[in-house]
C-alpha cells in the first residue's frame, strides 16, 4: 500500500517506459541548431574582439579614458590588458568546444 505523500517529500514522477520518451520534433533540432550557431558566432566575435582591443589604439585613445583619468592609469598597465586579452581567449576556447563537442540529441 503506498503512503500517502507529506509536505515534505518531492513529488513522485509518473512512471513511463523509455520508449514513450518524446523525440524532438523537426522543429526543435533547427532551433537547437540556430542556437549553438549564434552562439558560437557570438563567442568567436567577443573573443577575438576582447583579444585584440587591448593592444590598439582604440584602447589607448578611448574617449572614456581621456575623461577619467585614474580609470585610463589602471586601463594602460599590462596586466589589466593581458586579462582581458584573457578573457577573450577563454571565450574563444568555449565557442570553440560547444562547436565541437555538440551532439544531436
Known sequence: MPQPPNAVS?????ASSPAES???SRAGR???RADLFLRVMIGLYLGLILF?????HLWTFNRFFMYYSGVARVM???AVRGMVSGLGLLNLWIAISD????KEV
Do not use: E
Open 10 to 14: 518531492p513529488p513522485q514522477p509518473p
Open 22 to 24: 518524446p523525440q524532438p
Open 30 to 32: 533547427w532551433v537547437q
Open 52 to 56: 585584440f582591443i587591448p593592444w590598439t
Open 76 to 78: 594602460q598597465h599590462g
Open 99 to 102: 562547436a565541437i563537442h555538440y
